[in-house]
Nanobody, 123 residues
Framework: QVQVVESGGGVVQVGGSLRLSCAAS????????MGWFRQAPGKAREFVIL????????YDADSVKGRFTISRDNAKNTVYLQMNSLKPEDTAVYYC????????????????WGRGTQVTVSS
């Protein structure tokens, strides 16, 4: 079993940057695909970006391509989401999740979820 806790959210101005962290517990962390999702008020939770268990493969949504990057440190059981050139439409609660599946881009493919961290981009 894996437990995940997100941190690093906050308020940032348009064009600014923010880095989110996701700390995971469990000795099998390195076996999981890790993903970030987000959910804005009144909208469905949507896929943002993922990283494979080894860190060798990443995949991101078109909406964040070129602006967000994901990385992981398996020795620290931590995943990072670097967000640059932030836009008002990036405002949402950001969730970290763990999946056994490869290239998991759907909510249903993830087994473990954090409680989320709020990111607000102000203009």
């Amino acid at each position: 079993q894996v437990q995940v806790v997100e941190s690093g959210g906050g308020v940032v101005q348009v064009g600014g940057s923010l880095r989110l962290s996701c700390a995971a517990s469990g000795r099998t962390f390195s076996q999981y695909t890790m993903g970030w999702f987000r959910q804005a008020p009144g909208k469905a939770r949507e896929f943002v970006i993922l990283i494979s268990w080894s860190g060798g493969d990443t995949y991101d949504a078109d909406s964040v391509k070129g602006r967000f990057t994901i990385s992981r440190d398996n020795a620290k059981n931590t995943v990072y989401l670097q967000m640059n050139s932030l836009k008002p439409e990036d405002t949402a609660v950001y969730y970290c999740a763990a999946a056994r599946a490869i290239r998991a881009t759907m909510v249903e493919m993830y087994d473990y979820w954090g409680r989320g961290t709020q990111v607000t981009v102000s203009s």
